[in-house]
């Protein structure tokens, strides 16, 4: 058995009427939209972007300085974009899973995954704080190998993992199908370290929390330019202007304000698809009684979890780049992604077919060439930008907030002393060299993915050169 390469009529009839909206934004509970900003406003601390970053940075500054004068602001509305449309996995790890961060950072992995390990703590401990309601379990996560070529790589992660003092059991067959019954579950690796919830959720509540403590949100307030003026940064916006003695930027898959930062991201495009909630027949059909989050490690891959009312979010597989790093809105619906993964459901779990597809939607993740945030200083350190977490920003947005915090308060901390933190990933080449290596290196994981696990060439050479490109 394979994975569907096009879409089908099922697959199709599965998602045709489902809503071309974000689930998570899609509900009552949203909050109004907040006023613009206009006029001049002054600040100790500006922060650029209302996703997880912008908004971890605003509620630990304002916890960590209380009267510190902060003021965030917004181009659209709070977690309307990849914060508020990512699946909900929110790991320990911040370097894009061990193996990833082993390549990069062997010396400093201990340090790593003890520091992931306590940024998922804090995470936990400041929801339970703040009194926000974001529908937490910690689940854990199960990697699942749908082929037998897959089970030598789980088996390699759970080894390097027992070297490094981790725990990631290899569940085989028998143990795996135990915990989720599916014909595409072959064997699985537990991490213990990974929590379920509800990201617009949680956006919507630490920007409650923010304005509990004082900080000043503006929504629809697109930042024009950033210049230095004397002592102090001063921020264009679209009807009026900010003066703060600091900034951070985080502006996730859009152009940064920091010219220079731009090739070193690229807005990739990611799908997901959200069923109906499942009746009490079909849940006890399919297992999955630990409610763990579930992805497939293949070359390309699925996520895929269950919502606090049992709805399945399953998204991943194809990574879209278009020209020029296009990400108008226009790609935000793409009836043929939709349509194989409504497929790619329902060979996961045939025991689901005739079940509806409710929300279907498309957002863009900030993607580098190391899989994995960095930080930026501009205009003498008072200007600090962190970007980059290719796909997994829900937990290490916590971290990559709270170092930068360090770095725009001059502090010499165990976080800002990294190589990490002190290093910057492979600058994407410009057009058209982008579009022909990211679709060229696509296609080699398709080929890979049909050749069991080899990689070929072109790969080795990206690995090599260090552009790498994952789903």
């Keep these: ?29 949203r909050p109004e939209p907040r006023p613009r900003l206009a006029g001049a406003v002054s600040a100790d601390l500006l922060i650029v972007g209302g996703g997880f970053t912008g908004l971890w940075a605003a509620v630990q500054a304002a916890e960590q300085h209380p009267g510190r004068r902060v003021v965030l602001v917004e181009r659209d509305r709070i977690a309307e974009h990849a914060s508020g449309r990512n699946g ?110 509800d990201p617009a959720k949680l956006a919507w509540g630490l920007a409650a929390a923010a304005e509990r403590l004082g900080v000043r949100i503006f929504e629809h307030t697109e930042v024009a330019g950033i210049s230095a003026v004397g002592a102090k940064i001063r921020a264009s ?28 991201t690229v807005p990739v495009w990611d799908y997901a698809i959200m069923t109906e909630p499942l009746t009490p027949v079909q849940r006890a059909a399919i297992g999955w009684s630990g409610r763990e989050g579930l992805a497939d490690c293949g070359p390309r891959f699925h996520y895929f979890r269950l919502t606090a009312d049992d709805r399945i979010l399953f998204g991943g597989w194809d990574a879209l780049y278009h020209y020029g790093s296009d990400a108008g809105p226009g790609h935000e619906f793409e009836p043929g992604e939709f349509a194989l993964l409504g497929e790619h459901l329902l060979q996961f779990f045939p025991q689901l077919e ?71 990933p492979v600058p994407f080449p410009p057009e058209p060299l982008r579009w022909i290596g990211i679709t060229a290196t696509r296609h080699q994981l398709a080929r890979s993915e049909r050749r069991e696990g080899k990689r070929g060439a072109w790969l080795a050479l990206m690995d090599r050169v260090g552009l790498g490109f994952d789903s």
């Excluded at 501009?378 to 360090?406: K, Q």
Aim: charged share 25%; glycine share 8%; net charge negative.
């Design 237 to 264: 916006v679209s009807y009026g202007e900010v003066e703060a003695d600091a900034v951070i930027l985080a502006t996730s898959a859009s152009p940064s304000r920091i010219r220079r930062l731009r090739p070193y």
């Design 354 to 424: 005739g079940i509806r597809v409710t929300h279907s939607w498309g957002g863009v993740i900030d993607t580098c060439s190391r899989f994995c945030a960095f930080w930026d200083r501009a205009h003498e350190g008072r200007v600090v930008s962190v970007v980059g977490f290719t796909g997994l920003g829900v937990g290490a947005s916590h971290f990559g907030a709270r170092t930068a915090l360090d770095l725009v308060d001059g502090l010499d901390t165990e976080r800002t002393r990294l190589t990490m933190v002190r290093t910057k």
């Design 1 to 29: 058995m394979s994975w569907a390469s096009k879409p089908t009529a099922r697959g199709t009839a599965m998602v045709a009427q489902a809503r071309p909206v974000p689930y998570w934004l899609d509900r009552p509970e």
């Design 88 to 197: 909900g996995f929110c790991s320990a790890s911040i370097t894009h899973g061990l193996a990833n961060g082993l390549d990069r950072f062997p010396d400093e992995m201990p340090e790593l995954l003890r520091m992931g390990r306590q940024t998922l703590d804090d995470i936990e401990a400041a929801v339970e704080r703040l009194g926000i309601d974001a529908d937490l379990e910690r689940t854990g996560e199960l990697d699942i190998a749908n082929f037998d070529w897959q089970v030598a790589d789980l088996q390699e992660s759970s080894s390097r993992a027992a070297l490094l003092g981790t725990d990631l059991p290899l569940l085989p067959g028998p143990e795996a199908l135990e915990r989720v019954s599916s014909p595409m579950v072959v064997a699985a690796t537990f991490d213990r370290d990974v929590v379920m919830l």
